[in-house]
């Protein structure tokens, strides 16, 4: 089930040679379970961070991470990805190669049994029009294909929380503007609570419901 | 992303520990042990043998150089008849073992053998009295042997260097006046200079490694002193003192290499248009076309059809294959199976340890380095060293197992093991670029979807990765296949390979199956030559270690 998503006063830093490099300081946000949020802002100001840490890939220096109920992330504790209950749709889609679409969509649901696998797998498949092209390898897709079937990865585990990194940014300008609509209501009729990491304001303005924009690092604004 | 497991690290640090056990070992039992024997060595041994390595070492140097680098040139800037062939075929000598083609030619260029026969029927003479060619037995003979089989390693890294130098920068050259011979040495040649180092490093570790052809045309260097002074004279601390003498001469190597790889980045960095051969005609054209035959005739065609000749010739006696023959092929396939498992095993747990370490981190880097030492050590010295340890273990072992004997040793264990830690580079090598090529996002999708890191590697990295571990085990195998110094030195008791059973064939100094032996060596040495060739000439060199 979507759950609320909640993020405390975080900072995020890497490790550079010469020290800790502060790329995130003093973020806060709050969405409802339900609602599609989207960070906003040119290249380099953190919002793909914030993003990574979501899912578990960064360390937090200080602050909470709260998905729901559940705290998955503050400076002393770090639940791993797995455990996390995140789904994510990667900017380059991250297929795996040696898989068909329908093996890529089917890849987190191990722990159910054969027949409810596939039951899962072909609604995921119906649910984002790709019925008829289970058994194609990725190479074997379109760019607006690929970037279906990887969202239908990303929902068959059923996420409490759904992440999307600049999901459109490799399609052409007819592909996007047909799929941002398309993802939309998708994730709507799924209920799904959802963060959308984005450069091109059309795009934030076409998918979110909640708009913050990000500035060096920085939570400057936050729209409803 | 959350490092490494405990258990992947730790199992990565003890195979690192384990490639240098045999170094440590050596240096405890050459200075901790008797040093009475310095002298006795000192006087009687080392001088000659150290003398003889450093002959054969400058005289196969200078060979390859001059071979290899004079063969790249002529196949990237002429064009000829046969240069499409020979631009791969020229790498067809790596498929040759040096212990082979020494064999062949001491039979081929025998007194009363086919070549001088030839000659003296030309000239008219009748007994190998009145004419004979100078005898290979001797410094020169091992010297041209060795070198017209390992001028590849020199080839392989100056061609690619040539094939991705500029064209332009030789333009620029003739424009300020210099001739083409001078482009090539004032520009071309320094451009190279770096990989010429790595391919010449290379070149003699195997020359240092080698111990069949030395012995069989007598010359007395260090690794068959090693040999000796453990089989024939059993002195442990002895052999391991010669030993520590090659670690020397190692470690100068590995720093010439070492050297030249940090400096190649430079060289390949601008990828621009690259050199267009020219065109060759006439006497020229088939002057070039002669030249770079030679090297491929002498160091594979020749040797490789004498050694079907003989193959043919003894079956079609009806001497069929000999039981002993056949249980030789039986161990070495089931050696080189077992030290490829094992190798590739090992490969993969260093290669993932240190890509989930973060490569860049110091201690991953130290831990990589450490476990693909051991392609420099030669065979030799990498068996002393690993004797103590095995022997140590063995008595252990036996003490628990309340039973008489050496369990290791006569399991042929210790001989995987040693094999294991001479090939690991490779697998490693190619599995570190496999990994490379393959996404983070990958990972990270999986890891979203519920997997762990261990599932991760079992569903998506391990099948993405099949091409780049077939690739490491078919060399590993072949290799595994050829190994001659360790096998020697560690076999169990009446255990014998295709290569221990030539080489005792060709001490004894009787040629009865030895051929046989050597062509399944030499046919299976072709496979990862092909498998070079068709990837073009570059991927070898990168899958070495760096």
């Not at chain 2, 083409?180 to 040649?189: E, K, Q």
């Not at chain 2, 590739?344 to 370490?357: F, I, K, M």
């Not at chain 2, 599932?455 to 078919?474: K, M």
Request: proline letters at 5%; a positive charge.
């Amino acid at each position: 089930m979507s759950a609320a998503l909640q993020l405390d006063d975080v900072r995020l830093a890497y490790e550079g040679a010469d020290g800790l490099h502060t790329v995130v300081e003093g973020f806060s946000l709050s969405l409802d379970a339900g609602r599609i949020g989207c960070l906003l802002g040119p290249s380099g100001c953190g919002k793909t961070t914030v993003l990574r840490a979501i899912a578990g890939f960064e360390p937090l220096r200080a602050g909470r991470i709260r998905l729901g109920e559940r705290l998955l992330s503050s400076a002393t504790v770090h639940l791993p990805p797995e455990e996390r209950r995140v789904g994510m749709m990667f900017q380059e889609y991250a297929l795996f190669p040696h898989l068909t679409a329908a093996q890529n969509v089917g890849f987190g649901l191990r722990r159910l049994p054969q027949p409810e696998q596939r039951a899962r797998v072909a609604e995921m498949l119906a649910l984002v029009g790709l019925a008829e092209s289970g058994g194609r390898y990725p190479h074997e897709l379109s760019g607006g294909q690929q970037q279906r079937i990887a969202l239908a990865r990303a929902l068959a585990p059923s996420p409490a929380l759904l992440l999307l990194d600049e999901p459109f940014s490799n399609l052409d300008a007819a592909t996007r503007e047909r799929l941002t609509v398309e993802v939309r209501e998708i994730l709507k009729a799924a209920g799904q609570t959802a963060v959308l990491v984005t450069h091109n304001e059309a795009e934030a303005q076409a998918m979110a419901d909640h708009i913050g924009l990000m500035h060096n690092g920085r939570l400057t604004r936050w729209t409803a | 992303m959350k490092p490494v497991g405990p258990v992947w690290r730790a199992a990565s640090i003890l195979i690192a520990l384990g490639v240098l056990a045999p170094v440590l070992s050596l240096a405890w039992l050459a200075f901790g042990a008797d040093l009475s024997h310095w002298t006795h060595l000192a006087r009687h041994v080392l001088p000659q043998a150290a003398l003889n390595t450093a002959l054969l070492l400058a005289g196969v140097g200078v060979l390859v150089l001059l071979v290899g680098t004079g063969c790249a040139w002529l196949v990237t800037v002429c064009d000829f008849p046969g240069r499409r062939v020979l631009h791969w075929a020229l790498l067809l000598p790596l498929a040759m073992p040096t212990y082979i083609v020494a064999f062949a030619y001491l039979d081929l260029l025998h007194p009363i053998g086919p070549v001088q026969g030839a000659i003296r029927w030309a000239l008219g003479f009748d007994s190998p009295r009145q004419f004979r060619l100078p005898d290979l037995r001797s410094m020169p003979g091992a010297i041209l042997v060795l070198g017209f089989v390992l001028y590849p390693y020199v080839y392989m890294t100056a061609r690619a260097m040539f094939m991705t130098q500029p064209a332009h920068l030789m333009e620029a050259a003739r424009t300020l006046g210099e001739n083409a011979a001078g482009a090539f040495f004032r520009i071309a040649l320094p451009l190279a200079r770096p990989a010429l180092a790595v391919g010449l490093s290379l070149a003699l570790l195997e020359t240092l490694n080698d111990i069949g052809a030395s012995e069989f045309l007598g010359i007395q260097t260090l690794t068959v002193a090693v040999y000796t002074t453990w089989i024939t004279r059993s002195d442990l601390a002895g052999a391991a003192q010669i030993a520590c003498a090659m670690l020397v001469v190692v470690v100068a190597l590995v720093l010439l290499e070492r050297h030249g790889r940090r400096h190649q980045r430079f060289g390949s960095a601008q990828r621009m248009r690259a050199i267009e051969p020219r065109r060759l005609h006439g006497a020229a054209a088939w002057l070039a076309c002669i030249a770079a035959t030679l090297p491929v005739a002498i160091g594979f065609v020749a040797p490789a059809l004498y050694l079907l000749w003989e193959t043919a010739k003894r079956l079609r006696l009806g001497g069929g294959i000999s039981d002993g023959l056949l249980a030789s092929l039986g161990n070495t396939l089931a050696l080189a199976a077992g030290v490829t498992l094992t190798t590739v095993a090992a490969g993969l747990v260093v290669a993932w340890a240190v890509r989930s370490q973060g490569s860049t981190t110091n201690r991953a880097r130290w831990q990589a380095r450490a476990a693909t030492l051991g392609y420099a050590l030669p065979g030799t010295v990498l068996a002393i060293g690993l004797l103590t340890p095995a022997l140590g273990l063995d008595s252990l072992l036996a003490g628990l197992l309340r039973r008489e004997g050496l369990p290791l040793m006569s399991a042929g264990i210790v001989l995987v093991v040693a094999c294991a830690i001479r090939f690991l580079a490779m697998p490693v090598g190619g599995i570190e670029a496999g990994l490379a090529r393959i996404p983070p996002a990958l990972e990270q999708a999986s890891r979203l979807l519920g997997e762990s890191a261990a599932g991760t590697l079992r569903r998506v990295h391990l099948p993405l990765l099949r091409p780049a571990i077939a690739a490491g085990a078919l060399l590993v195998f072949v290799d595994a296949m050829k190994e001659l110094p360790a096998t020697l030195l560690l076999r169990p008791a009446n255990f014998d390979t295709l290569a221990t059973w030539l080489y005792a064939e060709a001490a004894r100094g009787t040629y009865e199956e030895g051929a046989i032996a050597a062509l399944a060596i030499v046919a299976a040495g072709l496979l990862p030559v092909m498998l070079l060739a068709r990837n073009g000439l570059g991927a070898h060199v990168e899958e070495l270690p760096n």
